[in-house]
C-alpha cells in the first residue's frame, strides 16, 4: 500500500513539473542509501540522465514563469509531463525506501500497469494546471501567474519528498493542493460575476432618482 502512495505521489508531481520528481528520485538513489530503484530502472541515476533531467527542470522553470509563454511551455508538456509522470510511477512503486523495505509485486505482474497509471495522473494534474494558467494570468494581469508556478514548483518538491520520505503525507498534500485550488478558483469566479448585488441579472443599472414605475392612478 505504502509503495502506491509513493508512486502516486511521484506521479502527481510529475504533473506539475516534469523533471523535478525523476530528478531527485534519481538524485536520491545515486548519491544517498534513502532509495534503491527497482531492477530496469536504474539508468534512472547515471549522470547522463540526471544532466538530461536537470536542463529539463531548468527550461521548464523559467518558461512557466513568463505569461504567454507558460501556456506554450504547458501544450509542450502535454506529452513530456504525462511521460515523466509513467516513468516515476513505475520507478517509485518498486523502490526501496525508508517507508517502504520490500515492495509488493505490483510491478511484476504487468510492467506495463503502472506505467499507464502514473501516465493518467500526471495528465489530469497536467491539464487542470493549463487550463487554470491563463484564468490566473488573465484575472491578474499577468502577475499571478509566476507566484502560482512557484507555488506549483515547490509543491511538486514536498510531495516528491513526501512520497520518498512518509508517503502517507501524500494524500495530506494532495487534499490540501485540490482543496486550494477549488477556493482559488470559487473565489474568482465569485468577484467576477455578472451583475450587481440586489439587482436582476438583466437589469444592470439602477433607475435614476425619480424615474421609477408611475403608479397605477397616474397612467
Known sequence: MLELLTATGLATASGLNAGLPLLLLGAL?????????????????QDWVLVVLAVLVVLDVVADKVPGLDSV??????????????LAFGAGAGAET?????????TDVATWVPV????????????????ARPVVNASTGGVGGPVVSVVEDVTSVVLTLAAVL??????VVVGLAVW???????????????????????????SPPGHGPRPLEER
Open 73 to 86: 511551455n504547458d501544450l509542450v508538456q502535454t506529452v513530456v509531463r504525462p511521460t515523466a509522470g509513467g
Open 98 to 106: 525508508p517507508a517502504v523495505t520490500d515492495p509488493s509485486t505490483f
Open 116 to 131: 499507464v497509471v502514473g501516465v493518467v495522473l500526471a495528465l489530469v494534474v497536467h491539464g487542470a494546471k493549463a487550463v
Open 166 to 171: 512518509v508517503p502517507v503525507l501524500v494524500v
Open 180 to 206: 486550494a485550488a477549488v477556493r482559488l478558483m470559487g473565489r474568482r469566479r465569485r468577484r467576477h460575476r455578472p451583475g450587481q448585488p440586489g439587482l436582476p441579472s438583466g437589469d444592470r443599472t439602477a
Open 29 to 45: 538513489a545515486r548519491w544517498t542509501d534513502l532509495v534503491a530503484l527497482p531492477a530496469g530502472w536504474t539508468w534512472l541515476e
